[in-house]
């Protein structure tokens, strides 16, 4: 039985399990994915991230929600993965350039738990709802402390409205005139995260096009946290999209997915 050597790391909160596979070892098994991110039973983790090799970047990035599925982009799992690849090799410079499903990401580590990555252009912004390589819809709340983050997050994740792929869904409280604070529901975790990058950017977004915000944006997580979104506008066009904030690594261990306990999954 193979053991997987794994990085547990969290950005901004936002905890991960970064896997190198540029061998193509791994067992892309989406029921021993979802056993290795679930708490108590695996490692835990709010994602599970690979490193594999590019033809046309750095590296290339995949990213596996907790229920073993596969989705374009991760803003925090983004920077974790920046820093992981720099300390094993699979990006040469703290410049470096790396594939995901949602296309190309440029990223910089700036410190040795600071890292910046250039995120996709929003796309489909219409009431409240914008897709940054991923989907986010965005409700403004008077008492985020007081909100039903995961009743009401559910109820939207799954309303008929974001059939048949669902959203993920931040509640946000904005404060002129470059701050935001956020919870969010995130799909594929099913449940509140730690923090969520490409929620922070897609707020930030919606809060300046709409909420008369300014750029940059300081977005505070739960857990208290500060990312910073910044962009360009131009003729009411965002541009230049970045999100930058801490990344720590928490601890290195082994797995054998093969022991794992799939059958306690429900």
């Known amino acids: ?17 970064l896997v190198d596979d540029r061998a193509l070892e ?16 695996g490692i835990g983790s709010e994602g599970v991230i690979l490193v594999q090799k590019s033809e046309s970047a750095d ?6 929600n907790p229920d073993g599925s596969e989705v374009a982009l991760c803003g925090n ?22 594939e995901t499903i949602a296309g190309v990401i440029e990223a910089e580590i700036l ?13 489909n912004k219409a009431d409240d709802f914008c897709v940054v390589g991923v989907p986010h819809k965005i409700v403004v709340v008077e008492n985020l402390a007081k909100t039903d983050v995961e009743g009401e997050g559910r109820r939207i994740r799954l309303s008929p409205q974001f059939a048949p792929e669902g959203t993920n869904v931040d509640f946000v409280s904005f404060r002129a005139p470059s ?8 799909r594929g975790v099913e449940a509140e995260t730690g923090a969520c ?8 977004v919606i809060g300046v096009m709409d909420y008369g915000l300014e750029f940059p944006v300081r977005v505070t997580t739960i857990q208290g946290y500060e990312l910073i979104v910044n962009a ?35």
């Not at 590296?59 to 596996?64: D, L, Q």
């Not at 983004?78 to 790396?98: E, L, N, T």
């Open 111 to 123: 410190s040795a738990e600071l890292v910046r990555v250039k995120m996709p252009d929003p796309q």
């Open 59 to 64: 590296f290339k990035m995949r990213f596996f």
């Open 77 to 98: 799992g983004a920077r974790c993965v920046a820093a992981f690849a720099r300390s094993i090799g699979a990006a040469k410079q703290d410049k470096m350039r790396f």
């Open 1 to 17: 039985m193979k053991k997987i050597h794994f990085v547990k790391m969290h950005g901004a909160g936002n905890d991960f399990i």
């Open 232 to 266: 360009e506008v131009e003729q009411d066009k965002i541009h230049n999209l970045t999100l930058t904030g801490p990344v720590k690594k928490v601890y290195e261990g082994e797995i054998d997915c093969d022991s794992l306990m799939e059958s306690d999954l429900v």
């Open 179 to 186: 701050r935001v604070s956020i919870r969010t529901y995130e």
């Open 197 to 204: 990058g490409t929620g922070a950017v897609a707020s930030a």
């Open 26 to 41: 791994f067992p892309e098994e989406g029921r021993k994915i979802a056993a290795m991110a679930t708490r108590r039973i």
